[in-house]
């Protein structure tokens, strides 16, 4: 398993100007097979995090694109319940003043 600072590394060298997100993780899966997606990502928040200079736009832009999910963990919409009222307990009435 790659450690953070080498998959920080290798996406400071890959990442282009106008890069596609799939295209810079495929890029790391390349060199690092059995990275996951979390990792890269990780790793790309990592690099912002630590870089001391140069315009790092694409790990940034990938970063919070793909930070929302994970190819193991699909994000699904969750169905709100409505609360049960009590049937039971009928509303009170108020007598006119």
């Known amino acids: 398993m790659a450690s953070i600072e080498e998959l920080a590394n290798t996406l400071r060298r ?17 060199k690092y097979p059995e990275a996951t997606k979390k990792e890269v990502i990780r790793a790309a928040f990592y690099a912002l995090a630590e870089s001391q200079s140069g315009d790092h736009s694409e790990l940034h832009s990938f970063a919070l694109a793909e ?21 039971q307990t009928e509303p009170e009435v108020q007598a006119p003043h």
């Open 14 to 30: 890959v990442a282009t100007s106008g890069m596609k997100p799939k295209a810079l993780l495929a890029a790391v899966r390349e």
């Open 67 to 87: 930070r929302c999910g994970d190819e193991d963990d699909p994000v699904r919409a969750a169905k709100l319940r409505r609360k049960k009222k009590d049937r």
